[in-house]
């Protein structure tokens, strides 16, 4: 390989080989996304901040909000989105997808960060608070990327079940460029693959019902009809598709997406039940599309602030359970005449959460994002300080957690 990233290889291999890769001189970014990233991290965070208050020493339960699981589907459908349009424009350029090279890209992005934090929890609680079972006979479940199976038969160590959707990335990007390289119809595909999927969850819901828990769970957690949403939303937008170019002109997207958030943080979607996900799901990607196309925008997500816990959203997700419980631990020793308000709690478990994954982003994920670089096909640059206002792309090569 020379400098520039170019392999020389034959010109007829397959999508399953090492193609002739070149470098793109048009980096890709998108508008809004790394908003669209804080305000899922920010969900997942309020909400199991609020159902964690009752362990606090006398505090009682916060109402409960639906806001975590729908941020999750928001994760799923903006990687879909994202990682298959990358996919597509590398196809188009190479006539091919480096498969090595992808799957580098994931390994350095995911890996470095999962591993580290599953040790780390581990450790913290083997020290801290020894009597909590650690659940250790499911670790292999763990290093093969299943902990959805884990999470399902409520065995996952202590403050790691929220790695189950980490997991359930892995599994989809395992197939998913190999069916970009195969299939000629990705919109058919994808629109079968869903209603498939959507449809066997709802037979073990109703077949198994109360009887059967870890098959319902487990059902539950097999998002990878979201992620298929954001993929053909992706296709969609390259294609320049004239339907969704006419929905996402306008701000219904806009108010839909803010509508929505504001439902599930008041519990108000509840009757949608096996169909929520879908909606969501839905609703995010026409709201990735606007903002990434509209030119006359309610909000603007393109600032300092939602791009500095965009970028650090991976961690922020995957450590605030841990902060959580260090916290409740360290609370909870105080004397019990020192009560501190609930405001004061939640306010402490959040900037200790970002504080948390800033150092993470800076000593542990940045390096390996440099080293990620050497297998990125699309040359990144720094953002602006104070970014500018942008439609549509903008370079920069992006890549979801």
Known sequence: MSRGGEVTLDNQSSPYQLPIVKKSDSPVYFTGLNGIRAIAAIGVLSSHSFTAIKHFKGHHALPSMDIAGQ????????SGFLITYLLLVENEKNSAINLPYFYARRALRIWPLYFFYLA????????????TDLNMMSLPLF???????????????PATSQLWSIGIEEQFYAFWPLIIGRVRHLTRFLVGFSLVL???????????????????????????????IGALTAILVKNKNCT?????????PEILFIGLVILHCFNALRFLTYFGTMVTALVTGLFIASQITAKNKIINLETPWLNYLGKRSFGIYVYHPLVINALT??????????FIPNPVILGMIGIMTVF????????????????????????????????????????????AP
């Open 120 to 131: 780390l929890s581990i450790t913290f609680h083997r020290v801290f608070s020894p009597t």
């Open 198 to 228: 959507l449809c066997s969850q709802l037979i073990i819901r109703i077949v198994a019902g109360s009887h059967d828990h870890f098959a319902v769970s487990l059902s539950q957690t097999m998002r990878y009809d979201t992620m298929a």
């Open 329 to 338: 631990l360290a609370i909870n020793a105080l004397p019990s005449e020192r």
């Open 244 to 252: 969704l170019q006419r929905l996402v002109a306008g701000r219904l």
């Open 356 to 399: 948390v994954a800033h150092i993470s982003y800076e000593w542990i994920e940045q390096p390996f994002l440099r080293l990620k670089n050497r297998f990125t096909l699309f040359t990144p640059i720094q953002l602006s300080p104070k970014p500018t206002k942008i439609y549509g792309p903008r370079p920069r090569a992006e890549e």
């Open 71 to 78: 941020g999750v589907t928001i994760f799923f459908t903006l």
């Open 143 to 157: 290093f093969f990327f299943l902990p959805n199976i884990a999470f399902s038969l409520n065995k996952c160590p």
